[in-house]
């Protein structure tokens, strides 16, 4: 039964039992919403370069978040296979969907979330130019960077640039996303759910695999890279009594 027959159903039912199937008065319109501009004393009272001066004193870990290739148009060519088209009008042949390389980007606000079931999070701004493609293929891998891998880190910041040029790495065992060379640890994910959270989102991802290493560090023991204050640094432990 589709819904014009439910909504017919509900209606036979409603005068069966003698109950109203329309409103005794006319529904009025609500007013429609007071538009006015932001007031200065309305504004956020924590001025944005500030913020970041006093939250960079936390000093976080250093990541790169991959993706693997995906074609472009390829959702958008699912939406058009599965839409109804007229009888009358035949459709023209479409183009096979242009391949993309791998996406990627220097990310610091990754954590682990939930031990069961296994899922970390990493928070990306909404004018992210990668996060559109790490969406369409729905897995990433988080690449945790080591101490020496600083201008790698760099080369994933910059905005436009094939990011992947020159880098080293292979693939992810479920997801296929890529996994860098020399990155100490690495955790293989599929895109769980997505928040928002102001000026950014907060995606979560399950975790499917990972491990240390990666592809040409057998070992996993590379110090990390830590990033405070605007520049990068290196984690030395306390010598222990």
Known sequence: MGHAGMAATVVRYLRSVGAPTTAAQPVEALPRPHLRAVREDERAPVDSAEFRRVLGHFATGV???TAPATP????????ATEAPSAPSTPSAPQAPPTPQGPAGFACQSFASLSLDPPLVSFMVARTSTTWPRIARAGVFCVNILGAGQGDLCRA?????????????????PVTGSPRLTGAPAWIDCVVHAVHTGGDHLIVVGRVEALGTGGCGDTEGGAAPLLFHRGSFGEFTPHATK
Request: proline share 0%; no cysteine.
């Open 63 to 65: 990541t790169v978040v």
């Open 72 to 79: 472009v148009g390829s959702a958008m060519a699912t939406v």
């Open 156 to 172: 994933f910041a910059v905005s436009g640039a094939d990011k992947f040029a020159g880098v080293e790495y292979d693939a992810a």
